[in-house]
């Protein structure tokens, strides 16, 4: 299993929540497909999930001028999941807080 990395809790997650309250956002490991997001979600938070859609986001290069000169690098490249709960299910990232 394990093939949740971690949610996502952005701005941008935070008002498709808003208009859609059964929606989150989870970063998933590459080789995730649907049907197991979906069994480790509903393992995890005890919660029924009805829909999985999924993106894949290629690493970027990125590079920045600084007084040692030119640095150069790569953002990694990772996979997004939106879950669909079932309508009254709910997910409290904050309750262990």
């Given at each position: 299993?394990?093939?949740?990395?971690?949610?996502?809790?952005?701005?941008?997650?935070?008002?498709?929540?808003?208009?859609?309250?059964n929606?989150?956002g989870?970063?998933?490991?590459p080789?995730?497909?649907?049907?197991?997001?979906k069994?480790?979600?509903?393992?995890?938070?005890?919660?029924?999930?009805?829909?999985?859609?999924?993106?894949?986001?290629?690493?970027?290069?990125s590079?920045?001028?600084t007084?040692?000169?030119?640095?150069?690098?790569?953002?990694?490249?990772?996979?997004?999941a939106?879950?669909?709960?079932?309508?009254?299910?709910e997910?409290?990232?904050?309750?262990?807080?």
């Amino acid at each position: 299993m394990a093939f949740i990395v971690k949610p996502v809790v952005t701005e941008k997650m935070t008002k498709i929540t808003e208009k859609k309250p059964n929606r989150y956002g989870f970063i998933v490991k590459p080789e995730a497909n649907k049907l197991q997001i979906k069994q480790e979600v509903e393992a995890r938070y005890n919660v029924t999930v009805e829909d999985v859609n999924t993106m894949n986001y290629a690493g970027k290069r990125s590079s920045r001028y600084t007084k040692a000169g030119l640095i150069k690098g790569q953002r990694n490249a990772f996979k997004k999941a939106i879950v669909t709960l079932k309508e009254g299910d709910e997910i409290d990232f904050y309750s262990n807080i």
